[in-house]
């Protein structure tokens, strides 16, 4: 069965301007996870959405916001880019928000570059 | 609430030496406890978890861990490197009602030589 697919992969963007990053989960699963990886920080959590309904939320200020629709799918959405925003977002799925079966099934990330 | 603690954010080993990638957790509640790896340019892929039951824990490629609550530990080990076995490690947390995002570790860069 398919993995967890993001899109695009990679992408440079300008300081100021906006990025929608994109996720699709495994097929059934439910919950959408969101983390940003950096060399200094980790894997730090953005978000996580289940139904469509938002149901944690990491310590990431406004301009970070996501969104779940019908279907699973999950976007991100990060406004007025800083260079600090450069990462790899990882999209993690799971089929419930309760990982105690499996933990997430991780995508292969969207690599941002802010310029 | 949860934190884990990789210690050495590099480790490099010999090819066909003994793999010990360190973890420590901090957890109120009971833990359920998960290494991840992750190749370059990819995501991360479960190697195993520790949820209930038997403390020793048998994943995938050969490694395993053993959780033990009185050190507060989940250490991955793995008796014989390979050198596909160089990678990024992560150790992750979440308590064990499971709906809570894992914490993870700052990870630990494994390296083999031949």
């Known amino acids: 069965k398919a993995g967890v697919t993001q899109t695009p992969r990679y992408l440079i963007k300008t300081r100021g301007q906006q990025v929608t990053l994109s996720c699709s989960p495994i097929s059934g699963h439910r919950s959408v996870s969101w983390y940003q990886q950096t060399p200094g920080q980790g894997l730090q959590f953005l978000f996580e959405?289940?139904?469509?309904?938002?149901?944690n939320k990491g310590n990431f200020p406004g301009r970070f916001s996501g969104r779940q629709f019908s279907n699973s799918r999950s976007e991100m959405n990060v406004s007025t880019l800083e260079l600090g925003d450069s990462a790899l977002y990882l999209c993690a799925s799971s089929l419930t928000v309760d990982r105690t079966g499996y933990g997430y099934t991780f995508g292969s990330g969207t690599r941002l570059t802010v310029v | 609430a949860q934190s884990v603690t990789q210690l050495g954010s590099h480790v490099s080993v010999s090819e066909g030496a003994l793999v010990l990638l360190r973890c420590n957790y901090s957890s109120s509640v009971p833990p359920y406890l998960f290494w991840y790896v992750q190749y370059p340019n990819q995501g991360l892929q479960l190697l195993l978890k520790y949820t209930t039951g038997a403390t020793l824990v048998k994943g995938i490629n050969g490694f395993e861990a053993e959780f033990k609550k009185s050190e507060t530990s989940f250490h991955l080990t793995k008796p014989s490197a390979h050198m596909s076995d160089a990678a990024e490690y992560f150790c992750?947390?979440?308590?064990?009602?499971?709906?809570?995002?894992?914490?993870f570790g700052k990870g630990t860069r494994l390296s083999v030589i031949a």
């Open positions: 959405y289940f139904s469509e309904t938002q149901r």
């Open positions: 992750a947390v979440t308590p064990n009602s499971g709906n809570t995002p894992l914490v």
